[in-house]
């Protein structure tokens, strides 16, 4: 028995030894120390922190008491502990190897390990605290008592891919990996390291549930709503992260994994940011209502991926140049995720977007989880973006008209919907696109999950300007209806032409007649009707609590100089609405005795039955087939023989027209499209290609 153990015990040393004279482990814990370390910590605040703690451990001023989804101010403790760890352990730190910032870093760790913190929102028990926890533990490593260190890694090993909420297919579990892996290199477990890139490889796939979809969208949950810049953006950054960490070892991760998470980055990720550097308003959903969401990213990503992999590298590199501002995003496509029902057009200069919902979706919109996001009831409903700056949405949530979403028509109520009003399942069928990859049109038969209110709405996108459609627009509420053209932070002053006179608006809201177009910043919205149109500009106020209940939301004012500018009208009954936006990037500038977007641009038909656009220089003709119908447009007579959307594009003579086609139904089957008395019989994609658009030459 005596001798069993003392092998067994020899085993246990010899295990150990290994573990720690493995170089490859050794290289990756050194790395993400590295890493912790290079975390920028005040000296002035760690005098603080020391002074100010209590003999418990514990500071003032943070409650202790509220472990509600909206407070846990406990996550303060957890930075300040990790501060302490840095500013001891770090390589020219002033409080390096310091006696008092140790005992102190060591009293926090002691009392959050007697009082073992559980908040009632499982993402800090599973993810933040464990995240913070073995950060610390890596950073003070053997400096703490081995009894303190393994009370506090109890705490940390509840990131585990093994139980909780965390260990679930989605966003969630990839980060869950990367806790475990810095566990497995705190212990110098190299059998943890291997589990971990087994796990986060195996999560790079294409899948119906939950993760990431055949279009390169993202979906966290089941309700089928786009989390791409969320949840999704997980994947890449955990991913890259982990890739730069192993590189050189004899870790790694397959091919097939690292060329499917390029892939997702850059027709996903970067597809749903305006220059592939701003995130998209678009694709976001609660997050909005947390400030700075907006701000654009760094090209952390974009630069690790190029530097573990060749594939796709050249796009790769010029995506970092961008993210980093030493490259102009002269950067061109035209995408739809039909998973998610959410387009993106790009040019060099411009880029716009659109946000539906339709009843194949389980909700309409993120549940404001953690009372977050607490008026996103409309912001799928047809929202529609334009941004040549980049800077046009930073932090507008708090004061925004959350009933005036830019591009969305919404009934006008007095008091906002209550909160837990907002995710509701999709009702309409007709939501989609066609589109080449560098031209398209959107367009959705809206009907209101909130509200008695239908309407056709359509959206085509060429070269210099988009075209917005709206149809059919009816209610039988007694409430008035806004079409929003845009509610964006006023960047500059805003000018209106009428009936060949220029004027610039005074702050304060304007009630405008005969309207052929107003012009602010680099964007001119024209009407060709010469529309009847609301102007607001100037201050508009608000809070951060209005739309978040977490414990940093005050209810301190906050003032925004906004520009936003509607249609409204009271009970209408097939009411419709048009208008352009062009970028003014080319020197043209406003005037009052010519129209401000390209005159070949036509607008053909905007009824319930067709809508149409036609852009004669490109020769390209866009149609949404709301049913059976034919339309004639001077040049070709087009018909079909169900609803779709149609695209046409005259080439130069010897290629022909090519025509693109698609169903917004998502029906199987074949479309009979006759063009100037021609007919061809196109088969509909089906299975994960439903909703993409198919291409022929007449």
Same mark, same amino acid.
């Given at each position: 028995?005596?001798?069993?153990?003392?092998?067994?015990?020899?085993?246990?040393?010899?295990?150990?030894?290994?573990?720690?004279?493995?170089?490859?482990?050794?290289?990756?814990?050194?790395?993400?120390?590295?890493?912790?370390?290079?975390?920028?910590?005040?000296?002035?605040?760690?005098?603080?922190?020391? +002074?100010?703690?209590?003999?418990?451990?514990?500071?003032?001023?943070?409650?202790?008491?509220?472990?509600?989804?909206?407070?846990?101010?406990?996550?303060?403790?957890?930075?300040?502990?990790?501060?302490?760890?840095?500013?001891?352990?770090?390589?020219?730190?002033?409080?390096?190897?310091?006696?008092?910032?140790? #005992?102190?870093?060591?009293?926090?760790?002691?009392?959050?390990?007697?009082?073992?913190?559980?908040?009632?929102?499982?993402?800090?028990?599973?993810?933040?605290?464990?995240?913070?926890?073995?950060?610390?533990?890596?950073?003070?490593?053997?400096?703490?008592?081995?009894?303190?260190? @393994?009370?506090?890694?109890?705490?940390?090993?509840?990131?585990?891919?093994?139980?909780?909420?965390?260990?679930?297919?989605?966003?969630?579990?990839?980060?869950?990996?990367?806790?475990?892996?810095?566990?497995?290199?705190?212990?110098?477990?190299?059998?943890?390291?291997?589990?971990?890139?087994?796990?986060?490889?195996?999560?790079?796939?294409?899948?119906?549930?939950?993760?990431?979809?055949?279009?390169?969208?993202?979906?966290?949950?089941?309700?089928?709503?786009?989390?791409?810049?969320?949840?999704?953006?997980?994947?890449?950054?955990?991913?890259?992260?982990?890739?730069?960490?192993?590189? +050189?070892?004899?870790?790694?991760?397959?091919?097939?994994?690292?060329?499917?998470?390029?892939?997702?980055?850059?027709?996903?990720?970067?597809?749903?940011?305006?220059?592939?550097?701003?995130?998209?308003?678009?694709?976001?959903?609660?997050?909005?209502?947390?400030?700075?969401?907006?701000?654009?990213?760094?090209?952390?990503?974009?630069?690790?991926?190029?530097?573990?992999?060749?594939?796709?590298?050249?796009?790769?590199?010029?995506?970092?140049?961008?993210?980093?501002?030493?490259?102009?995003?002269?950067?061109?496509?035209?995408?739809?995720?039909?998973?998610?029902?959410?387009?993106?057009?790009?040019?060099?200069?411009?880029?716009?977007?659109?946000?539906?919902?339709?009843?194949?979706?389980?909700?309409?919109? @993120?549940?404001?989880?953690?009372?977050?996001?607490?008026?996103?009831?409309?912001?799928?409903?047809?929202?529609?973006?334009?941004?040549?700056?980049? #800077?046009?949405?930073?932090?507008?949530?708090?004061?925004?008209?959350?009933?005036?979403?830019?591009?969305? /028509?919404?009934?006008?109520?007095?008091?906002?919907?209550?909160?837990?009003?907002?995710?509701?399942?999709?009702?309409?069928?007709?939501?989609?696109?066609?589109?080449?990859?560098?031209?398209?049109?959107?367009?959705?038969?809206?009907?209101?999950?909130?509200?008695?209110?239908?309407?056709?709405?359509?959206?085509?996108?060429?070269?210099?300007?988009?075209?917005?459609?709206?149809?059919?627009?009816?209610?039988?509420?007694?409430?008035?209806?806004? /079409?929003?053209?845009?509610?964006?932070?006023?960047?500059?002053?805003?000018?209106?032409?009428?009936?060949?006179?220029?004027?610039?608006?005074?702050?304060?809201?304007?009630?405008?007649?005969?309207?052929?177009?107003?012009?602010?910043?680099?964007?001119?919205?024209?009407?060709?009707?010469?529309?009847?149109?609301?102007?607001?500009?100037?201050?508009?106020?608000?809070?951060? #609590?209005?739309?978040?209940?977490?414990?940093?939301?005050?209810?301190?004012?906050?003032?925004?100089?906004?520009?936003?500018?509607?249609?409204?009208?009271?009970?209408?009954?097939?009411?419709?609405?048009?208008?352009?936006?062009?970028?003014?990037?080319?020197?043209?500038?406003?005037?009052?005795?010519?129209?401000?977007?390209?005159?070949?641009?036509?607008?053909?038909?905007?009824?319930?039955?067709?809508?149409?656009?036609?852009?004669?220089?490109?020769?390209?003709?866009?149609?949404?087939?709301?049913?059976?119908?034919?339309?004639?447009?001077?040049?070709?007579?087009?018909?079909?023989?169900?609803?779709?959307?149609?695209?046409?594009?005259?080439?130069?003579?010897?290629?022909?027209?090519?025509?693109?086609?698609?169903?917004?139904?998502?029906?199987?089957?074949?479309?009979?499209?006759?063009?100037?008395?021609?007919?061809?019989?196109?088969?509909?994609?089906?299975?994960?290609?439903?909703?993409? /658009?198919?291409?022929?030459?007449?």
């Amino acid at each position: 028995m005596v001798w069993a153990t003392l092998c067994c015990m020899a085993l246990l040393a010899s295990n150990r030894l290994s573990a720690q004279t493995d170089a490859d482990i050794d290289s990756i814990r050194n790395r993400l120390l590295r890493d912790i370390l290079a975390q920028e910590i005040r000296p002035s605040s760690v005098h603080v922190w020391v +002074g100010d703690q209590r003999p418990d451990g514990g500071w003032p001023g943070i409650d202790y008491v509220d472990t509600s989804r909206t407070g846990f101010q406990h996550r303060i403790h957890l930075e300040r502990l990790l501060g302490l760890a840095i500013a001891f352990r770090k390589p020219g730190s002033p409080y390096r190897g310091d006696a008092r910032v140790l #005992r102190a870093a060591a009293r926090a760790v002691d009392h959050w390990v007697r009082n073992d913190y559980i908040c009632q929102n499982w993402w800090w028990n599973e993810i933040g605290t464990p995240d913070l926890m073995i950060r610390s533990l890596l950073a003070l490593d053997d400096a703490l008592d081995p009894p303190l260190r @393994e009370a506090a890694f109890r705490i940390a090993r509840r990131a585990s891919l093994d139980s909780g909420f965390g260990a679930r297919p989605g966003g969630d579990l990839i980060k869950m990996a990367g806790l475990l892996g810095a566990q497995g290199l705190y212990r110098r477990d190299a059998a943890t390291v291997e589990r971990v890139i087994r796990v986060m490889a195996g999560e790079i796939h294409t899948t119906e549930g939950r993760g990431l979809k055949p279009d390169m969208s993202f979906h966290h949950r089941t309700d089928k709503v786009i989390s791409t810049l969320s949840y999704g953006l997980a994947y890449p950054q955990t991913f890259s992260y982990w890739a730069t960490l192993i590189k +050189g070892t004899r870790f790694r991760f397959p091919d097939s994994a690292m060329h499917l998470l390029v892939d997702f980055f850059l027709d996903g990720v970067c597809k749903s940011m305006a220059f592939a550097r701003v995130p998209d308003i678009a694709a976001r959903n609660r997050d909005l209502s947390r400030q700075g969401d907006l701000r654009p990213f760094t090209d952390a990503i974009a630069s690790r991926l190029a530097a573990v992999t060749d594939h796709r590298k050249p796009e790769l590199r010029m995506v970092a140049e961008i993210q980093r501002g030493t490259r102009k995003p002269e950067l061109t496509w035209n995408t739809y995720f039909p998973y998610s029902e959410y387009a993106t057009h790009q040019r060099p200069g411009w880029y716009a977007s659109v946000r539906m919902h339709s009843a194949r979706q389980e909700q309409n919109v @993120e549940y404001p989880y953690n009372e977050e996001g607490l008026k996103m009831h409309h912001l799928p409903d047809g929202a529609s973006y334009t941004q040549t700056t980049g #800077r046009e949405y930073l932090d507008i949530a708090p004061v925004w008209d959350w009933q005036k979403i830019p591009g969305t /028509t919404v009934l006008q109520r007095d008091v906002h919907p209550d909160w837990r009003e907002i995710q509701k399942k999709g009702r309409s069928s007709f939501v989609g696109a066609v589109s080449d990859g560098r031209y398209g049109a959107v367009a959705m038969h809206l009907k209101s999950v909130h509200d008695p209110l239908e309407a056709r709405k359509a959206w085509f996108f060429f070269d210099d300007e988009y075209v917005c459609l709206g149809a059919g627009i009816h209610t039988a509420s007694g409430l008035p209806i806004a /079409t929003t053209v845009e509610q964006c932070l006023q960047l500059g002053p805003v000018e209106v032409g009428q009936q060949g006179r220029i004027t610039r608006l005074k702050d304060g809201r304007h009630s405008l007649q005969e309207v052929e177009w107003i012009r602010h910043g680099n964007l001119l919205y024209s009407f060709p009707d010469k529309a009847r149109v609301q102007v607001q500009t100037g201050k508009a106020t608000g809070t951060w #609590r209005s739309i978040n209940h977490q414990d940093w939301a005050t209810d301190g004012i906050v003032q925004r100089d906004v520009v936003k500018v509607w249609f409204q009208d009271k009970e209408p009954v097939n009411d419709g609405y048009a208008y352009v936006v062009t970028p003014l990037l080319l020197g043209r500038q406003a005037g009052p005795l010519r129209s401000m977007y390209d005159s070949s641009v036509r607008i053909l038909r905007n009824d319930t039955a067709v809508q149409a656009v036609e852009h004669g220089r490109l020769g390209i003709l866009q149609v949404v087939f709301h049913e059976s119908a034919e339309l004639r447009t001077g040049r070709h007579v087009v018909a079909v023989d169900r609803p779709c959307m149609v695209m046409l594009r005259e080439g130069d003579g010897r290629d022909g027209t090519t025509v693109a086609v698609s169903d917004p139904l998502r029906k199987p089957g074949i479309v009979a499209i006759r063009i100037d008395g021609r007919q061809r019989e196109m088969a509909l994609p089906t299975g994960t290609g439903a909703g993409t /658009t198919t291409r022929t030459r007449f």
